[in-house]
């Protein structure tokens, strides 16, 4: 399967969406020009990823597994035909003229006169580069560090499935750039004003402050291509091991594409040395590892998980409950793989826990704390002791959701980092 698309002629508001795009907080640089892009620092913390499906052709995007994101940053923004032009302008860079489409009546092929500089349809340099293959994006990444001094890297997978995952936006053409739900092509309908690309930052942001994480073009990740996770890294780095030689992974949704294509969990493969009509890419870069005291949790937040620790120490069923309560379905899971969901079935696997002696629990720092308005994401260490022999450092991410009555913890999942299998 591969992204799908019809190219017409782009109708709409580009000038307007222009405008709005160049007033964007930018610093440009005496290096050719050269812009340092908005970067957006996303918090680290643990989540699950991957669904096994089967799409008819077998099982892929699967096994579900935890995976360990530490803090990073992702560009607010796809990179712009205008900021390409401006690396091929410098460079002298040569793009290969690969440039798979789409027409009615066709299957995906190369057509030879689409090029980055002429996909087929109009653009401003403020909307995404397209027509650029995963090659054209890392030589693009490695220039730009050379020319800004930052160390520019594609995201990996499991960073974009995180920050799509917790970005919380609701796919329609109020939100984003997509296509006819009924296959294929573009769709102008409501704010959504385009048929193919529209300028970054046309729709408003996710909860992360991203613009078009899902819709408007298709985005390059830094892995190679495998159809499922068997063996895949769990502490958020790339797959850089190729069994199917050539190809990486392709993410996001694009102008073109409705429906499951605009799933968090939705994937596509590419030839390394082939771009597309609905493909670019976006940039990630690494953060150097943050004091814990700079993890701040708002007080209402704090007390909520410091009363159930306390319950837990005390091996206080009652107090448990007490915090559950603020809970309507919540659930817990453990690091060796059980889940216990609903209030009544944690309340007793507790009881049953607290009744076993000779152990202790010893609270470590918060390590990552996401909070906004609604949602909370605060991960933090604790150490279980059994014994001398028997001892678990565990992280621990809760999430919690804002209601009425105050924050209420949703889930809470376990990761062992050290301690006996």
């Known amino acids: ?9 782009n109708l709409g508001m580009h000038g307007l969406a222009s405008i709005l795009y160049a007033a964007a907080s930018l ?5 050719a020009g050269v812009i340092k892009p908005q970067m957006v620092e996303i918090p680290g913390s643990v989540f699950s990823m991957g669904a096994t499906v ?6 892929i995007d699967g096994p579900k597994h935890d995976v360990t994101v530490p803090a990073f940053a992702l560009a607010r923004y796809e990179v712009t035909l205008g900021e390409f032009r401006t690396f091929v302008e410098t460079t ?3 793009s290969e003229k690969k440039c798979n489409v789409y027409e009615a009546g066709t299957n995906w092929h190369i057509d030879s006169e689409r090029s980055w500089s002429a996909p087929g349809f109009a653009q401003t340099d403020h909307d995404p580069v397209v027509c650029v293959s995963w090659a054209d994006a890392q030589a693009y990444a490695a ?23 917790l970005g919380e936006v609701v796919v329609s053409h109020a939100t984003a750039n997509i296509g006819r739900v009924e296959c294929c092509g573009g769709a102008a309908r409501g704010r959504d004003v385009w048929i193919e690309t529209s300028p970054v930052g046309s729709f408003p942001a996710d909860r992360f402050g991203l613009h078009d994480i899902r819709g408007n ?23 850089t091991t190729c069994t199917e030689l050539g190809y990486h992974s392709i993410r996001g949704g694009s102008y073109g594409d409705a429906g499951e294509f605009h799933d968090p969990r939705f994937r596509l493969r590419g030839p390394v040395d082939q771009g597309f009509f609905t493909v670019g890419f976006r940039l990630a870069r690494d953060l150097a590892p943050q004091p814990a005291s700079q993890a701040a949790v708002p007080p209402a937040i704090a007390e909520t998980l410091s009363s159930m620790l306390d319950a837990m120490r005390e091996r206080d069923v009652a107090k448990l409950d007490r915090t559950l309560a603020r809970s309507a379905s919540p659930e817990i899971v453990y690091y060796w793989g059980e889940t216990v969901s ?20 010893e609270p470590g720092p918060v390590t990552h704390a996401l909070v906004d308005s609604r949602v909370a994401v605060v991960s933090s260490t604790m150490r279980y002791i059994k014994s001398a022999e028997r001892q678990f450092r565990i992280l621990i991410s809760h999430e919690l959701t804002k209601e009425d009555s105050g924050w209420k913890v949703a889930r809470i999942q376990q990761t062992l980092l050290e301690g006996p299998k």
């Open 1 to 9: 399967m591969q992204p799908l698309s019809i190219s017409r002629q």
């Open 27 to 31: 610093t440009s640089y005496a290096n």
């Open 54 to 59: 089967d799409r008819g052709y077998g099982l």
């Open 92 to 94: 002298g860079y040569v």
């Open 143 to 165: 220039w730009l560090s050379g020319q800004t001094g930052e160390t520019y890297r594609l995201p990996s997978e499991a960073e974009m499935e995180y920050v799509t995952l």
């Open 217 to 239: 073009v298709w985005e390059w990740q830094a892995d190679c291509y495998h159809a499922n996770y068997d063996g895949a890294p769990v502490d958020g780095t790339a797959r």
């Open 342 to 361: 609903g209030r009544d079935a944690i309340l007793q696997w507790h009881r049953e826990w607290f009744a076993e002696k000779g152990w202790s629990l």
